[in-house]
């Protein structure tokens, strides 16, 4: 069995000499045995007591209080039940905390986007963030407006290699040009970009959007406010958006 002097236990416990001491002369953490020369010793048993203070301690409860807890016939119970709570609180805390680094590397990432880290492209990304899944579901419904003319394109273009009517293709190119019209008009009146410059949110003219160079976050677009050309941020669009 191991043995620890009131240093080594306050040490273990990073607590003061003077607190243990205290401890002592209140009760609650009473030495098992005395060494020759006075001095006091320490079990594993009283180390594991002294952790189970500490912890009550910082869950604010006072000295009376962890004296009449630990000297209840049910201590443990209560205790084990403390303990429970407090370990769903931190878990909490971990989640918190994970979902805060996410956030802060989405910010870093889109603030190399937009070319600074001034105080008006934390807004911006900040903005982007908020409507983030806003801007998820208008992708996902692109999507699926895509997928049926795609099947259709891909059919027609094998049934006309592998048995020469070709019909079926011309059916799709006649549909998909005012389909793709439609829903681009669609997504656009959706979405808006930001300009890395002013920071002002815009919605440019369908002609320069279709046609701009992008990349899946960005388009490059002149902004109407400052006549800046590059690269702006897309996010989806709200009511302090700018048209063109």
């Given at each position: 069995?191991?043995?620890y002097?009131?240093?080594?236990?306050?040490k273990?416990?990073?607590?003061?000499?003077?607190?243990?001491?205290?401890?002592?002369?209140?009760?609650?953490?009473?030495?098992?045995?005395?060494?020759?020369?006075?001095?006091r010793?320490?079990?594993?048993?009283?180390l594991?007591?002294?952790?189970?203070?500490?912890?009550?301690?910082?869950?604010g409860?006072?000295?009376?209080?962890?004296?009449?807890?630990?000297s209840?016939?049910?201590?443990d119970?209560?205790?084990?039940?403390?303990?429970?709570?407090?370990?769903?609180?931190?878990?909490?805390?971990?989640e918190k905390?994970?979902e805060?680094?996410?956030?802060?590397?989405?910010?870093?990432?889109?603030?190399?986007?937009?070319?600074?880290?001034?105080v008006?492209?934390?807004?911006?990304?900040?903005?982007?963030?908020?409507?983030?899944?806003?801007?998820?579901?208008?992708?996902?419904v692109?999507?699926?407006?895509?997928?049926?003319?795609?099947?259709?394109?891909?059919?027609?273009?094998?049934?006309?290699?592998t048995?020469g009517?070709?019909w079926?293709?011309?059916?799709?190119?006649?549909?998909?040009?005012?389909?793709?019209?439609?829903?681009s008009?669609?997504?656009?009146?959706?979405?808006?970009?930001?300009?890395?410059k002013?920071h002002?949110?815009?919605?440019?003219?369908?002609?320069?959007?279709?046609?701009?160079?992008?990349?899946?976050?960005?388009?490059?677009l002149?902004?109407?406010?400052c006549?800046?050309?590059?690269?702006?941020?897309?996010?989806?669009?709200?009511?302090?958006?700018q048209?063109?």
């Amino acid at each position: 069995m191991s043995k620890y002097t009131t240093g080594e236990i306050a040490k273990l416990c990073r607590v003061t000499v003077r607190t243990v001491q205290y401890y002592d002369t209140r009760g609650i953490l009473v030495p098992t045995e005395l060494s020759e020369g006075g001095r006091r010793l320490y079990s594993d048993e009283d180390l594991g007591r002294m952790r189970v203070i500490c912890f009550l301690r910082d869950l604010g409860l006072s000295i009376d209080a962890v004296s009449a807890l630990l000297s209840e016939d049910d201590s443990d119970s209560v205790i084990s039940l403390l303990l429970d709570q407090r370990e769903e609180e931190l878990k909490r805390d971990v989640e918190k905390q994970k979902e805060n680094l996410a956030k802060i590397a989405a910010l870093k990432n889109g603030m190399k986007k937009l070319g600074g880290s001034s105080v008006e492209s934390i807004a911006d990304m900040a903005y982007v963030m908020t409507n983030k899944q806003k801007l998820k579901k208008l992708h996902a419904v692109m999507l699926l407006s895509v997928l049926p003319f795609a099947v259709l394109q891909w059919g027609s273009i094998i049934l006309w290699i592998t048995t020469g009517i070709w019909w079926l293709f011309a059916v799709w190119a006649v549909l998909v040009i005012p389909y793709a019209v439609f829903f681009s008009r669609w997504y656009f009146k959706k979405t808006a970009y930001i300009c890395p410059k002013c920071h002002k949110k815009f919605q440019p003219k369908f002609s320069e959007a279709v046609f701009a160079a992008h990349t899946p976050a960005a388009r490059k677009l002149t902004c109407p406010n400052c006549g800046h050309r590059g690269f702006c941020v897309e996010t989806a669009a709200g009511t302090d958006v700018q048209e063109d």
